[in-house]
């Protein structure tokens, strides 16, 4: 079951979003799915997840650390992680299909945004990923501001929320979550 997002699981190493259809995105926030399937390895620097819901959804809803990685055959894959992967066999085969390797990437530390974001809060250049893209510093430094604002449970105005992103060049995340808190009285 995911819990409120905080800043600090946004620590270390590089933040990868991943598109993930909506189904499957419930079921990592639910704590069903524990593994991400994909056919190609993310970069070895990455330690945090922001899932980002395909169509209809088509916003980020979550974030999650990146634990073991393993990287086999489809039919290994199946024999170590069905129960966990949160996918029947008919969609695994069909996913896999034609491929040698895939990659099972352990989910853990899984935290929902009470309130979904478009990718365009973190960049107004980022588009939705194909399959994977990696959040340079600022995007991660927004991001973090994000789950920061998100935690205060508070609608936010864009004026706000812009003066908050820019403290954390100046500041750092700690500052600016402490500038939301004083704002919304939490």
């Given at each position: 079951?995911?819990?409120?997002?905080?800043a600090?699981q946004?620590?270390g190493?590089v933040?990868?979003?991943?598109?993930?259809h909506?189904p499957?995105?419930?079921k990592?926030?639910?704590?069903?799915?524990?593994?991400?399937?994909?056919?190609a390895p993310l970069?070895?620097?990455?330690r945090?997840?922001a899932?980002?819901?395909?169509?209809?959804?088509q916003?980020?809803?979550?974030?999650f650390?990146?634990g073991q990685?393993d990287v086999?055959?489809?039919?290994?894959?199946w024999?170590?992680?069905a129960d966990?992967?949160?996918?029947?066999?008919?969609s695994?085969?069909?996913?896999f299909?034609?491929?040698?390797?895939?990659v099972?990437?352990?989910?853990?530390g899984?935290?929902?945004?009470q309130v979904?974001v478009e990718?365009q809060?973190l960049?107004?250049?980022l588009?939705?990923?194909?399959?994977?893209?990696?959040l340079d510093y600022?995007?991660?430094r927004?991001l973090?501001?994000?789950?920061?604002?998100?935690?205060?449970?508070a609608?936010?105005?864009?004026?706000?929320f812009?003066t908050?992103a820019?403290r954390?060049g100046r500041?750092?995340v700690?500052?600016?979550?402490?500038?939301?808190?004083a704002?919304v009285?939490?």
């Amino acid at each position: 079951m995911a819990t409120p997002a905080t800043a600090e699981q946004l620590s270390g190493g590089v933040v990868a979003v991943l598109s993930i259809h909506p189904p499957y995105a419930e079921k990592i926030l639910a704590g069903i799915k524990r593994v991400e399937l994909r056919k190609a390895p993310l970069r070895d620097n990455v330690r945090h997840v922001a899932i980002y819901a395909t169509s209809p959804v088509q916003k980020l809803v979550g974030v999650f650390s990146v634990g073991q990685v393993d990287v086999a055959s489809p039919d290994v894959l199946w024999s170590r992680y069905a129960d966990v992967a949160g996918i029947d066999r008919d969609s695994f085969d069909r996913y896999f299909a034609g491929r040698d390797t895939g990659v099972a990437i352990g989910v853990s530390g899984v935290a929902r945004l009470q309130v979904p974001v478009e990718l365009q809060a973190l960049s107004a250049t980022l588009c939705p990923p194909q399959n994977v893209v990696y959040l340079d510093y600022l995007a991660t430094r927004r991001l973090k501001v994000l789950v920061a604002r998100d935690r205060v449970a508070a609608p936010v105005s864009p004026r706000t929320f812009a003066t908050w992103a820019a403290r954390i060049g100046r500041t750092g995340v700690d500052s600016a979550a402490a500038s939301v808190r004083a704002v919304v009285g939490r």
